[in-house]
């Protein structure tokens, strides 16, 4: 395996610290040989310097009191590994504002991309598969939403085509006002709290290429939180119909969506999906009929333990 060590070299002549200068190199050599550089987080976290970075293929922690963070710079690499061997405590792995924790007695598989916040990886747990950390997917159908209490969409009716018998239930909002539905989520501990995404898959009964507009907004509640709480910013994606009736239509994947109050491990997050009649591309005078929401979230764990 190939290393950019980045020896450092005795010049001809040299005498003044020669010895720390081989020394140096004796080192590199070794992490290099045994493809591990032992990280001494006894003074507290730790960034790693690019020849270090270079240096070895796993991470091992000494002196780990606390959970600590090893911050890794801005240099491509296409694998490296963090063994966290302590048994309590553990190292999140950083770069920019990307951060991915590995517990005590797990493994972190890595690579980066040498952008500011170019770290991707997936953590491994004793006896385990590899789970991935990173963009993961909900899917919420149509029958596991309530229309709005107020300028609510229409109930869920259940349809079957003409030819294969194949059921499935939407949800029509109509052209003349904003129609809300609403459906909720025990977001996975794994969630890293942030913004979320969303696709839309629709139909119309339509023959034409006219558009539509769905937006989203959300708010997060913890225990003990009034339920009652303020929506986040709505984020609106739109799309048009392909001219056939009763195709199925997807959105492309919106813009982030700030999800309102103060999201946090364990919430619960309600979320209320509408049509917005109101934007320019939204030209259907037909019913758009919601089949399902695919929320797209981020993970920086490998498990809800």
Not at 81 to 100: C, E, F, Y
Not at 211 to 240: H, K, M, R, Y
Request: proline content about 3%.
């Amino acid at each position: 395996m190939a290393h950019d060590l980045a020896f450092p070299v005795i010049a001809d002549g040299q005498a003044a610290d020669q010895w720390q200068t081989s020394n140096d190199a004796d080192a590199a050599i070794a992490n290099a040989l045994a493809d591990i550089l032992t990280v001494d987080f006894s003074a507290g976290n730790v960034a790693l310097t690019n020849t270090q970075f270079r240096s070895a293929m796993t991470f091992v922690p000494s002196g780990l009191s606390a959970t600590r963070n090893l911050t890794v710079p801005a240099l491509k690499r296409a694998l490296f590994l963090v063994n966290n061997t302590d048994a309590t405590d553990a190292i999140n792995v950083v770069r920019g504002t990307t951060s991915i924790a590995v517990g005590a007695g797990e493994i972190g598989i890595f690579t980066t991309d040498g952008t500011a916040n170019g770290l991707f990886g997936s953590v491994l747990s004793t006896g385990g598969s590899i789970p991935g950390v990173g963009k993961h997917t909900i899917t919420i159908p149509a029958s596991a939403m309530l229309p709005a209490t107020t300028a609510g969409c229409a109930n869920l009716a259940h349809l079957e085509s003409s030819s294969n018998k194949i059921n499935y239930g939407v949800l029509d909002f109509d052209a003349s006002a904003d129609e809300h539905a609403h459906f909720n989520i025990a977001m996975p501990k794994s969630w890293n709290e942030g913004t979320i995404t969303f696709q839309v898959w629709w139909t119309t009964s339509a023959t034409d290429t006219d558009g539509v507009a769905w937006g989203l907004q959300a708010v997060a509640v913890s225990d003990n939180e009034a339920i009652d709480a303020s929506w986040g910013t709505p984020v609106v994606v739109t799309d048009d119909a392909q001219s056939a009736a009763l195709e199925l239509l997807v959105t492309a994947e919106s813009t982030a969506v700030t999800i309102g109050g103060s999201p946090a491990a364990g919430d619960l997050v309600f979320f209320r999906i509408f049509r917005d009649v109101s934007d320019a591309n939204d030209d259907m005078s037909e019913d758009a009929r919601l089949i399902s929401v695919k929320i797209f979230y981020t993970t920086d764990a490998a498990t809800d333990d």
